[in-house]
């Protein structure tokens, strides 16, 4: 697995989970400060170690702010633009009959805080994670008393996770060189067809897990040194 790959291979793989925990609680807290001019450099420099640290190309790195920014973007349009019949709230405004649909006053600078703010810490939980494999999380999650059940649920779901991607990468590459989305309605088709099979394989998974843990003579607790 991606992730997997780049944790281990990372050169603070080994160094105390405890340390990196720290490290992300520091970068939260300067994301929190309210000092952008602080944030901004803080997060450069984040990003500039995780590049050091871990064994990824820049261009992938750059690929994992893809879904948080785009998510940003749409969130920000919703502070920024508004509807009103008060054109006065707006420091630009396009009349719409009776109301306008502008940019709100004073938005601009609280909403820049905002994406700055979000920013830091996506990068610092961008760091904690490509820097500390999956053991280490959940060590530290014992250590802090969280129930055991949450543990294993994560455990469980990461992996499961991954797994799912995997299949799904086969199988849509599988599909791609047969030419599955060359048309619209072919497209169609190869979705349904590629969320039938990853089900399918999700189920028979599940049960080649639960068949291998029998064997094991799993006790319903998974061993965490």
Do not use: C
């Not at 994992?64 to 998510?71: R, T």
């Not at 991607?165 to 088709?189: C, E, F, K, M, T």
């Amino acid at each position: 697995m991606g992730i997997d790959r780049y944790t281990y291979q990372s050169k603070w793989a080994k160094k105390s989970g405890k340390f990196k925990f720290v490290f992300w609680l520091l970068g939260i807290l300067v994301a929190f400060s309210g000092w952008n001019s602080l944030e901004v450099v803080y997060t450069l420099l984040i990003m500039a170690l995780t590049l050091y640290l871990v064994p990824i190309r820049l261009r992938t790195y750059l690929n994992l702010y893809i879904g948080p920014v785009l998510f940003l973007a749409f969130s920000s349009l919703a502070l920024l633009v508004s509807v009103s019949q008060e054109p006065a709230l707006f420091s630009w405004s396009l009349s719409l009959g009776d109301y306008y649909l502008g940019l709100l006053s004073g938005q601009l600078s609280y909403t820049m805080t905002l994406i700055i703010r979000a920013l830091t810490a996506i990068t610092v939980t961008f760091f904690f994670t490509l820097t500390t494999p999956l053991k280490q999380i959940l060590q530290l999650m014992k250590q802090a008393h969280i129930p055991y059940v949450v543990i294993e649920l994560v455990l469980l779901m990461y992996r499961f996770i991954f797994v799912l991607l995997d299949d799904v990468v086969v199988v849509y590459q599988a599909q791609n060189l047969r030419y599955g989305y060359s048309h619209p309605r072919v497209s169609i088709h190869s979705l349904a067809l590629l969320a039938k099979v990853v089900f399918e394989r999700s189920l028979y998974r599940f049960t080649e897990m639960t068949d291998t843990l029998d064997l094991k003579l799993y006790q319903d607790e998974f061993y965490l040194d």
